[in-house]
């Protein structure tokens, strides 16, 4: 409860609302299971063991009936109060050690090349969904999350002595910098939307269960057969934008304005058309260097 509230107190700071209220209703299942199972309303830190963890599972999994998914999110915020409680010496043992959750089959989260072109080129039925559009794509083509944007000012486009524009901002979710060099195609959508939207803001963006209710109509209309949502536009710069095209991760990481390379990795999907094209690089430089005797 009292890294909740600490957290709450950093929302709107460096911290996100959305994610001080995941904590809260994790903490919730929480107590919800401890007063079923224990009947207290509260267990000190020296119960907890590798028992308690598997039957809090149990709870979530089989009586609640909570996906794979999101029972990976409940533990990992209750496994970072265990890794506060042994850092302020509460405890010394991990009681997390010898638990393996189930993890949901992962999911391609970045649009590949030729979805990305059919979303680019294909007709579309109202103005909102070609707004929506121009907005996800100038995700795709900066690596900027919804909320960062939403939050874009004129003051956040600066250009460097070389006469390159670039954004630079931070993130609203982890108050880190973040710094992009601006291409062709989001300084096409900056210029199309000059002077449109509102309390100065640098584009008219929609929220964003609107944005993701039109993104679902434009995967039908593109012919994209699984869910089309805003954050993957985020996902497609990483992997399609920047590492397919050589980027190094380490470039990546500062244009997303990760704190930490692990971060980075999440985003960071190799596809078989970059291993392809490396490796006949790779061809062409060994060719006739190695010969096997007959």
């Given amino acids: 409860a009292r890294h909740n509230e600490e957290f709450g107190k950093r929302v709107g700071i460096n911290r996100e609302a959305s994610t001080a209220e995941q904590y809260n209703i994790s903490l919730n299942h929480l107590i919800r299971f401890i007063e079923k199972k224990y009947k207290v309303s509260d267990i000190p830190f020296s119960k907890l063991d590798l028992s ?13 009936q909570r996906m794979p998914q999101t029972i990976l999110g409940i533990v990992r915020h209750v496994r970072k109060m265990i890794k506060l409680a042994i850092g302020e010496g509460i405890i010394t043992r991990d ?22 072109d059919r979303i680019m080129t294909t007709q579309l039925d109202h103005p909102a969904r070609y707004l929506t559009r121009d907005m996800f794509l100038f995700s795709v083509f900066t690596g900027l999350a919804f909320r960062d944007i939403c939050n874009l000012t004129p003051k ?42 509102k309390d100065e803001k640098l584009l008219p963006m929609l929220s ?17 057969e699984r869910k089309l949502i805003f954050h993957m536009g985020r ?60």
């Fill in 208 to 224: 964003c269960g609107r944005l993701n209710k039109n993104l679902k109509v434009i995967a039908r209309l593109c012919n994209i």
């Fill in 52 to 64: 308690f963890i598997e039957s809090f599972d149990f709870y979530l999994r089989v009586e609640l």
């Fill in 95 to 116: 009681p997390f050690e010898g638990y393996t959750p189930e993890r949901p089959k992962a999911k391609q989260k970045y649009l590949k090349r030729e979805e990305l």
């Fill in 235 to 294: 996902h497609t710069y990483a992997t399609e934008i920047c590492l397919s095209q050589g980027v190094p991760i380490e470039s990546l990481s500062r244009m997303l304005g990760h704190r930490d390379l692990r971060s980075t990795q999440i985003y960071a999907k190799i596809t078989n058309h970059k291993i392809a094209e490396d490796m006949q690089r790779v061809e062409s430089r060994i060719e006739n260097k190695f010969q096997l005797s007959v």
């Fill in 156 to 197: 956040h486009i600066i250009k460097a002595d070389d006469g390159i524009l670039w954004i630079k901002t931070t993130r609203q979710k982890t108050g880190t910098p973040c710094e992009i060099p601006l291409l062709d195609l989001p300084r096409q959508i900056i210029e199309k939307y000059k002077g449109i939207a």
